[in-house]
């Protein structure tokens, strides 16, 4: 007999995580892989490489959706619940992590951090603007220095006098990294004061005028840099825990909400299957002349279209799954139903 469990999916725009759960929550496996610009083919890779390290088989009971592509994701599996990173981030830290009052979450392309009382988020904040202070960020300044990513910890611990970086933006940063290089700085001293840098640039403008206590948590791909942990932890002169699987929390805590709205709804999945993974998908983009905005409109059609070389996104047609891209809205399918669409 299958075992049952629930699926959650993060769809971000660097990576795109997957997690199964047990029905009664407990973690059984995750992938996480590049969303590289196509977050569809990403979330079928990611299903097909989850089913491949699964050894037995399961039936999902509910799906939950999180992180920028939640609601493509959600179209594409027939998720039962989508919800925003925060209160995915939120959950399954408070599951893991119980007694949490504060996440810290640095991933590829933002950075956040939110403040739990009693299991409930009392206030959080977002970046997704500075490009100080992200994965991304480090991973190019690593490669600049020519330190392999998973080195790039280990090598900042070493330090004895970190540099003092300039971290209040990416621009600021790199150039003052590049003059503190030439200057002969140890690849080390770089390293932590560049984590100093983050730190600083994070507790200074997301963490500002906020409570932060104990017990901190430390989310997201960031934390698997034992540097920025340990400037974080001087920072803060308080402990900082990184769960085990930190990379893939969002997508826990998308599965995490799965399980509670089936305990409380009881209702049946909307879960298209397994098989999503070998649907056919085919994707359009068009500009809408319909104003001087000339807004970029995905359209994705499961299986064939009914149109060959579609020139206008209401010359789409099919079955139509998601559409999203215009400013004012009128191309979004959420709340849309394809009869109403048709008269746009
Ligand atoms: S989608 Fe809306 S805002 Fe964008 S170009 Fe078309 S009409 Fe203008």
Redesign the pocket.
Known sequence: MNKKSFLGIDVGSVTTKIAIISENGEFIDSVMLRTAGKPVIAVQKGLKLLTEKLTCEYDVLGVGTTGSGRQLAGTLLGADVVKNEITAHAVAASINVPGVHTILEIGGQDSKIIIMRDSIVTDFAMNTVCAAGTGSFLDQQASRLNVPIHEFGPTALKSTAPARIAGRCGVFAESDLIHKQQLGYPIEDLLYGLCQALVRNYLSNLALGKEILPTVVFQGGVASNSGMVKAFEEALDMKVIVPENHQTMGAIGAALLAMENYQFTGAQTSFKGWEVQDFSFKSFTH?????????E?ISIVQGEPECEDPKT?KDVKGDIIARW???????DLANTTQEQMAHK
């Not at 500009?287 to 807004?295: F, I, L, Y």
Request: glycine share 16%.
């Open positions: 500009e809408c002349h319909d104003c001087a905005n000339s807004c409109v996104p891209g215009g400013t004012c809205g009128k191309w």
